[in-house]
């Protein structure tokens, strides 16, 4: 807070447990209602000087930031590893990402220009007014993360906020907050003036609503579940939100479709990272005439899976807690008691969860619309693209969804009709590359990510009119 590392006056820990050893692997401090007031403020007397520093030098401190991110690499890996429960390799790569994010980040906003409109070209209008539009900064960002990329999706919020010229008050999801907080280690190394990154860690329950609901925050950048989003947004009132919330994302599998690719797809899609990605492909569609074949086709994909620790670099890893596994849990449960086949999978071990596929899913199981956030894949077959369109939009989600066909100009009709933010086409849903706009509808958000998107969110524009004599 303002520069330093503070000891909370709290006086209170939260104990930070691994979700595959379960053993305490550190502990954050549970901030006060009276810490938040004192961050916001400091936040506020930074950003009127910040918001004044010219663009290159706001990139020589985010240039740095990226350096000492890849320089701490392997410590800062390891220590994703054990708090989410992502194999080394990936959260390794999740560094890099994040490397590479910051860096685009200053580029794309070094690329950011106003523009300057004249009177005189609407009707009636004079050649003795010019306006000059630019873009300014909000203020103080709020930016809260999940778990599941607690440095990429972090820093997602806090590089295009800062290069913007804002402040950033940072409450990193508790599972996570040690991984986010050695993220701002770095960007502390990089030597950024003082109070305009703050951490706030603890409870959502004790100081979430406050940082929400407080009158010093100028927008807020939030990523987690639909539930959560949806509450923040009642609190927040009318100052700005983007929220990226929860998705049901279909992969629509025509008849004309290559399976084998297909397949490939989809399994890594739905099943990397156990599925705890609000991008994974959590339900197929598949034309009746191939099912059993694509069925056939991903149980022994689903079979090469590796499972167990992320320390052996399994693809299938156990999930964040047992509340999620439950949850997940319940769903097969459900799923199963409703008519659906298991053709793989329904194995439990504590909160690790085997890849599951279900088979003969039907609109009267959960698990046909409910988000899993796990490795549970169910297959609902249907008899033409009208079928698979109805049933794709009737979701309270509108993330993203993939289509798999040879057919071209199919493929563009279907996704026309899809609604939902983004569509792929012959491939997974995925979050990236990361300068691609991400946009949610419905349940799964408000508001749009990808580097310029999020750079244009967190400023605002201002019209100076120079009247001319």
């Not at 009276?34 to 007397?45: D, G, K, L, R, T």
């Not at 025509?254 to 599925?275: M, N, P, T, V, W």
């Not at 008899?383 to 993330?399: C, K, R, V, Y």
């Amino acid at each position: 807070m303002n520069g330093e590392w503070k000891e909370s006056k709290s006086g209170q820990t939260l104990d930070i447990y691994s979700p595959y050893s379960r053993d305490v692997i550190g502990k954050v401090q549970a901030v006060t209602e009276e810490e938040v007031n004192e961050a916001i403020y400091f936040a506020h007397e930074a950003q009127k000087s910040w918001r004044e520093v010219s663009l290159q030098e706001r990139a020589k401190y985010l240039y740095k930031w990226a350096d000492e991110l890849v320089n701490m690499q392997d410590e800062i890996a390891e220590i994703i590893m054990k708090e989410v429960g992502k194999s080394l390799k990936d959260s390794g790569n999740e560094v890099l990402r994040t490397a590479d994010f910051i860096r685009y980040t200053i580029e794309e906003a070094l690329h950011m220009h106003g523009e300057s409109m004249k009177g005189d070209s609407f009707p009636g209008g004079s050649k003795s007014k010019l306006a000059i539009i630019e873009r300014v900064p909000l203020g103080v960002i709020l930016a809260i993360p999940p778990f599941n990329y607690p440095v990429n999706l972090a820093a997602a919020k806090v590089a295009p906020a800062l290069m913007a010229g804002n402040a950033v008050i940072f409450k990193p999801a508790t599972q996570g907050a040690i991984s986010g907080i050695k993220m701002i280690e770095a960007l502390h190394k990089a030597e950024l003036p003082k109070g305009l990154i703050h951490i706030m860690t603890g409870r959502g329950s004790v100081i979430g609503d406050y940082l929400v609901e407080h009158k010093g925050i100028n927008m807020i950048s939030f990523t987690g579940g639909t539930n959560t989003g949806t509450r923040l947004a009642k609190k927040a009132g009318m100052i700005p939100l983007v929220l990226e919330l929860g998705g049901k994302d279909p992969g629509i599998v025509r008849e004309d479709a290559d399976l084998q690719e297909a397949a490939k797809h989809i399994i890594s899609g739905a099943f990397s990272y156990s599925g705890q990605r609000c991008t994974a492909i959590k339900r197929v569609l598949v034309h009746e005439n191939v099912a059993d074949e694509l069925v056939r086709i991903l149980k022994e994909e689903v079979e090469k899976l590796s499972v167990g620790s992320p320390e052996d670099g399994s693809t299938v890893v156990p999930l964040i807690d047992d509340q999620s596994a439950d949850f997940v849990q319940a769903l097969i449960d459900d799923a199963l008691e409703k008519g659906a086949a298991v053709v793989i999978g329904n194995k439990r071990e504590h909160n690790l969860i085997y890849p599951t596929l279900l088979d003969y899913v039907t609109g009267e199981m959960r698990v046909a619309w409910e988000e899993p956030f796990g490795p549970v894949l169910p297959i609902i077959r249907v008899s033409s693209d009208e079928e698979a369109i109805q049933i794709a939009n009737e979701s309270e989600f509108g993330l993203q969804a993939s289509i798999f066909t040879k057919d071209i100009n199919k493929a563009f009709a279907i996704a026309g009709k899809i609604e939902t933010g983004s569509v792929q086409i012959n491939g997974r849903t995925e979050r990236g590359p990361d300068h691609f706009p991400f946009i949610g509808v419905k349940g799964s958000g408000m508001g749009a990510q990808g580097i310029r998107k999020s750079l244009e969110s967190m400023t605002r524009e201002k019209v100076t009119v120079l009247n001319l004599y």
